[in-house]
């Protein structure tokens, strides 16, 4: 059984930072490729970033680019999401998610995707 768990969210000042941490449990973590999405009220879940199995290869969305950095760490099957500058728009509750080993989805879209964690809620305040 494969399980994801978010931890790190909370409440934060415009211009403040969190790191948001996805534990994962079943399954060989190292070899999928991992994203973060995040989901405003009123607003269809959208993609954030995502990481290659190694770590090596990263990818944002644009308005993220050079204010978050995804990360992982093999030995202590955990993606984590550091957030930085943040904005009151970045307001969302935030999932990490494993990508399938095979699928023709761009690693942008949801449905690349088979599991995910519950979500943990971010709020930035102006």
């Known amino acids: 059984q494969v399980q994801l768990v978010e931890s790190g969210g909370g409440l934060v000042q415009a211009g403040g930072s969190l790191r948001l941490s996805c534990a994962v449990s079943?399954?060989?973590?190292?070899?999928?490729?991992m994203g973060w999405f995040r989901q405003a009220p009123g607003k269809e879940r959208e993609f954030v970033a995502a990481?290659?199995?190694?770590?090596?290869?990263?990818y944002y969305t644009d308005s993220v680019k050079g204010r978050f950095t995804i990360s992982r760490d093999n030995a202590k099957n955990t993606v984590y999401l550091q957030m930085n500058s943040l904005k009151p728009e970045d307001t969302a509750v935030y999932y990490c998610?494993?990508?399938?080993?095979?699928?023709?989805?761009?690693?942008?879209?949801?449905?690349?995707?088979?599991?995910w964690g519950q979500g943990t809620q971010v709020t930035v305040s102006s």
């Open positions: 998610a494993r990508r399938r080993l095979s699928t023709y989805s761009d690693y942008q879209s949801a449905d690349a995707y088979d599991y």
């Open positions: 079943g399954g060989t973590f190292r070899m999928y490729f």
């Open positions: 990481i290659s199995w190694s770590g090596s290869n990263t």
